[in-house]
T-cell receptor
Framework: DSGVTQTPKHLITATGQRVTLRCSPR?????VYWYQQSLDQGLQFLIH???????AKGNILERFSAQQFPDLHSELNLSSLELGDSALYFC??????????FGPGTRLTVL | AQSVAQPEDQVNVAEGNPLTVKCTYS??????LFWYVQYPNRGLQFLLK??????LVKGSYGFEAEFNKSQTSFHLKKPSALVSDSALYFC????????????FGPGTRLSVLP
């Protein structure tokens, strides 16, 4: 158990809908990262938050957004969903420049 | 910009034989290097890291990796493979600047055959 929790574990929704994925980092970790893992594109970095502030954006679509709250949990919002958004979404947390600890992921299926 | 390459999509090795999973990187500064393993339907698990110091790094489950600055490589090794080592392995790099992000390689699928 990495200490990072993600909910929900599975999510099935329809095209055009909006969903919110939640992540709680390890105790004391200020950094939260979001990744998308699909079969054909590997692990893609989406966004990084540090102590509530956005630090870096990767390959994140404009339909996607995220935030980190004062209690350090983070939410990833995906809107106007398309079939191609079906993937595993991982959250990871880290302390400083150390290794990342990954959550178990949320499997999103868009029908 | 930092980047990571894992030149082999798939590595097959017989149980008991040594294994190597290759990784090369590109960064403008000093690299922080990491290896992660992913088992089916699971998140990535940290195996080991190189920050500074000894070029041979030992990690979890008997894995080790060798940092080679001149070849910009960080290959993952294990002297004797187990069937249970079969998984997807990711190499990652981060520049040693605060706020820089991790870049992951595309992954290498390791199959250890009994």
């Amino acid at each position: 158990d990495s200490g990072v929790t993600q909910t929900p574990k599975h999510l099935i929704t329809a095209t055009g809908q909006r969903v919110t994925l939640r992540c709680s980092p390890r105790s004391g970790d200020l950094s939260v990262y979001w990744y998308q893992q699909s079969l054909d594109q590997g692990l893609q970095f989406l966004i990084h938050y540090y102590n509530g502030e956005e630090r870096a954006k990767g390959n994140i679509l404009e339909r996607f957004s995220a935030q980190q709250f004062p209690d350090l949990h983070s939410e990833l919002n995906l809107s106007s969903l398309e079939l191609g958004d079906s993937a595993l979404y991982f959250c990871a947390s880290s302390a400083g420049n150390n290794e990342q600890f990954f959550g178990p992921g949320t499997r999103l299926t868009v029908l | 910009a930092q980047s990571v390459a894992q030149p082999e999509d798939q590595v097959n090795v017989a149980e008991g034989n040594p294994l190597t999973v290759k990784c090369t990187y590109s960064v403008s500064g000093n690299p922080y290097l990491f290896w992660y393993v992913q088992y089916p339907n699971r998140g990535l698990q940290f195996l080991l890291k190189y920050i500074t110091g000894d070029n041979l790094v030992k990690g979890s489950y008997g894995f080790e990796a060798e940092f080679n600055k001149s070849q910009t490589s960080f290959h993952l090794k294990k002297p004797s493979a187990l069937v249970s080592d079969s998984a997807l392995y990711f190499c990652a790099v981060r520049e040693s600047l605060w706020g820089q992000n991790f870049v992951f390689g595309p992954g290498t699928r390791l199959s250890v055959l009994p």
